[in-house]
Nanobody, 118 residues
């Protein structure tokens, strides 16, 4: 079992920055791929960024160059550094732990609200 807890959300002005954290407990995540997703009000959840167990990263085009995903395996934690925030980045942000096998289970955190507004 993996428990994930996001933190770091809040209200920020356009152009500002936030750093989200996803702290894992119950099991190590160093051997798992991890990802960040977001869900704006009235919209479906969408993928934002992913990081493999070896540290390779991929990003949705909408955040490429502005967001940076990273992980600290010693702290069992993943991060999302968000710069140059835009109002359209407003959403609840969720972290996900990818299954270890094709029949394994994925895990989600409870989400943290990010609001970009002046």
């Amino acid at each position: 079992q993996v428990q994930l807890a996001e933190s770091g959300g809040g209200l920020v002005q356009p152009g500002g920055s936030l750093r989200l954290s996803c702290a894992a407990s119950g099991s190590i995540i160093s051997n798992r791929g991890m990802g960040w997703y977001r869900q704006a009000s009235g919209k479906q959840r969408e993928w934002v960024a992913s990081i493999t167990s070896s540290g390779s990263t991929t990003y949705d085009d909408s955040v490429k160059g502005r967001f940076t995903i990273s992980r600290d395996n010693a702290k069992n934690t993943m991060y999302l550094q968000m710069n140059s925030l835009k109002p359209e980045d407003t959403a609840v942000y969720y972290c996900k732990a990818v299954p270890l096998t094709s029949s394994g289970r994925e895990y989600w955190g409870q989400g943290t609200q990010v609001t970009v507004s002046s």
